[in-house]
């Protein structure tokens, strides 16, 4: 059954919660739908077999289009943070404060109401398990967000994909295998936990973003596969390519996976699953003609594959032409589900569930922007207005290779002023407020502050210029430090630790961590050298950092008090050529 509990079994659900000592949020009646929402990391529209792409084979994906609704005209941004910041409060992404991938510019504002926390309310329990990527600090962490368990990386970016550690609530821990299937593996464990109850999983997986790892059953397929269908302009970095496409194939085997799952448990046709991606293609690879891969706000670098499964709700095969993307899921969601949406703020989106239902007289044309790095684009049913004011008909030129503004002047002055007024609603250009990491709060006493969020100084590198999973090197002066900016929510005694690394060579630093003239010392005493890992994995030489273990060095017990300002790490001493590397500083608030 669909629709509005009676009150007859909303009494039987209350009389069986109490009688099992439940202490939590009321369970939600079994009428209420499972929700299970699968994001992938920069895979293109292009990227599945469904889409027309005859190079690698995505079945099970296809299945969900096949067997429920595909939506043929679905954006998302144009980069990770913002497509997944849209997702969750059903607001452009701008509106939250986002403003980039990494340095605290990914951070969603917190007051903010996530799709996670409207679930909640609702009585459902929910999960994440993989990339989250807006905010890894409590209160903007996935546990401060509505999700009652997180299980993957927290940040944006990973440096190894086999045999090596994800965070489980804040610790730490190590998976065996590759990546995506450890954290498929938690979410079907999540699954198989709550199969009884309404249960809210988000999937969001880390492929096929770089780096290029993947096993080799699923690579082995590509190694030597000439990829008959190409890139538009034939640009195509092969080896990324074929290691894109094999990673998918991994994507496609987990889901299949999890849709077994489903059909095992006997929960196929209360559940409600979807998938999409958060963005364009990472490399030149085929995308049916579309311009502009990942960063780019054209036709390539916001169009999604989505398609969603309800059997018996949404009728199989639908395929739906109107514009739409990821800011509509929220309200889609709760639509379909028979809730209300519990946040105050206007929604940008708008529910699509009638189309995909079929249900739907008449749809008006609307207007969808993208935006990335200041630059804006338009969307309307017919036509795309880029950045430079050139207008293209999507209908007659999918590709984006003739500008028309001049033949259709009153299109191009219309979607002109819709862009400028939606540039000054969204304060494009402004420089965004810069947000403190968070560190203290008693609901989440651990707090991580890993090197991507701490600026250098000096002679002191990064290992990357890109700072997601980067580590601190080349301190190799006293003088130089390093530095967090953080806001202390509870003043008290807090356990703080470094992770380092250091050869023998160079031990006997000593080193201090201070804050608001507070400060506690120690020496580094043992050797930790182990090498980077990363490159035996890859199948094409990456962009970003290359990844080590790293050893605890424990400073004590040091007393913050409740404030903003700079968390500075400085040495000492210097009896060698180097301080040390540095990875993060873990503060923990002492009961």
């Known amino acids: 059954m669909y629709g509005i509990i009676n009150v007859m079994a909303h009494a039987i659900i209350i009389m069986a919660t109490l009688v099992a000592g439940f202490s939590g949020r009321l369970l939600a009646a079994s009428a209420q739908p499972n929700i299970i929402v699968i994001l992938s990391d920069d895979q293109g529209w292009g990227d599945l077999s469904i889409s027309g792409n005859t190079n690698l084979s995505t079945p099970n994906i296809d299945a969900l289009a ?3 609704a595909r939506f ?67 209160p903007y962490h996935p546990t401060g967000r509505g999700f009652d368990t997180f299980y993957g990386l927290p940040t944006g970016h990973w440096g190894q994909y086999f045999d090596w550690f994800l965070e489980r609530n804040g610790a730490m821990e190590r998976f065996d295998g590759f990546v995506i299937d450890a954290i498929t593996d938690n979410a079907m464990q999540f699954i198989d936990d709550n199969q009884s109850r309404p249960f809210f999983c988000y999937i969001p997986y880390n492929t096929p973003h770089s780096p290029m790892q993947v096993p080799d059953k699923y690579y082995e397929k590509f190694e030597d596969n000439p990829l008959p269908m190409r890139h538009r302009d034939k640009k195509e970095n092969m080896l990324h390519a074929r290691a894109a496409l094999a990673m998918c194939e991994n994507i496609d085997w987990n889901v299949g996976r999890v849709t077994d799952q489903l059909e095992r448990l006997g929960i196929a046709e209360q559940t409600i699953i979807m998938y999409f991606s958060d963005n364009g293609p990472n490399g030149a690879r085929w995308n049916d003609d579309m311009k502009g891969r990942k960063g780019s706000t054209d036709e390539g670098g916001v169009r999604s594959p989505f398609m969603i499964r309800w059997p018996g709700k949404i009728p199989a095969g639908t395929v739906v032409r109107e514009l739409s993307g990821a800011i509509d899921l929220l309200p889609t969601l709760v639509d379909l589900a028979g809730i209300n949406h519990t946040g105050t703020k206007p929604l940008d989106g708008i529910s699509v569930a009638p189309l995909m239902k079929q249900t739907a007289q008449q749809w008006p ?23 430079n004011g050139q207008l293209f008909d999507m ?26 007024e939606w540039r000054k609603q ?8 810069a947000r403190p990491f968070p560190v203290g709060y008693t609901e ?45 929510e509870n003043d008290g005694a807090y356990e703080a630790i470094v992770y380092y690394t250091c050869p023998a060579s160079d031990v006997g630093s000593t080193v201090a961590l201070e804050f608001q003239g507070s400060s506690i010392q120690g020496r580094v005493n043992q050797a930790f050298d182990p090498p980077d890992v990363g490159a ?18 424990p400073l004590g017990t040091m007393q913050l008090k409740r404030g903003r ?22 503060l923990r608030l002492l009961p």
């Open 66 to 68: 096949t067997e429920g």
């Open 72 to 138: 043929d005209r679905f954006y998302v941004s144009p980069v990770c943070s913002p497509t997944r910041a849209e997702f969750l409060t059903g607001r452009f992404h701008l509106r939250s404060g986002i403003a980039g991938t990494s340095a605290g510019t990914e951070l969603m504002g917190l007051d903010e109401h996530t799709i996670a926390e409207t679930f909640q309310d609702a009585g459902y329990t929910t999960g994440v398990f993989g990339k989250w990527h807006n905010g890894s600090q409590y």
């Open 365 to 387: 044309d609307r207007l969808y922007f993208s935006h990335w790095s200041g630059r804006v684009t338009v969307r309307s049913r017919q036509y795309r207005l880029d950045n």
């Open 395 to 420: 209908y007659a030129d999918p590709g984006q290779r003739n500008d028309v503004a001049k033949e259709h002047p009153g299109v191009a002055s219309r979607l002109s002023a819709a862009q400028a």
């Open 426 to 433: 969204m304060r494009v250009g402004e420089k965004p407020e």
């Open 444 to 488: 989440y006493p651990t707090t991580w502050l890993p090197s991507r969020d701490g600026i250098e100084h000096g002679e002191i590198k990064r290992s990357n210029r890109f700072p997601n999973d980067s580590f601190f090197h080349n301190w190799v002066r006293q003088q130089d430090t390093i530095t967090w900016d953080i806001a202390v």
């Open 536 to 553: 035996e994995d890859d199948r094409v030489g990456r962009q970003e950092s290359y990844v080590k273990l790293f050893d605890e060095l």
């Open 565 to 586: 300002g700079q968390l500075t790490l400085r040495a000492l001493d210097m009896p060698g050529k180097q301080i040390m590397d540095v990875r993060a500083i873990r």
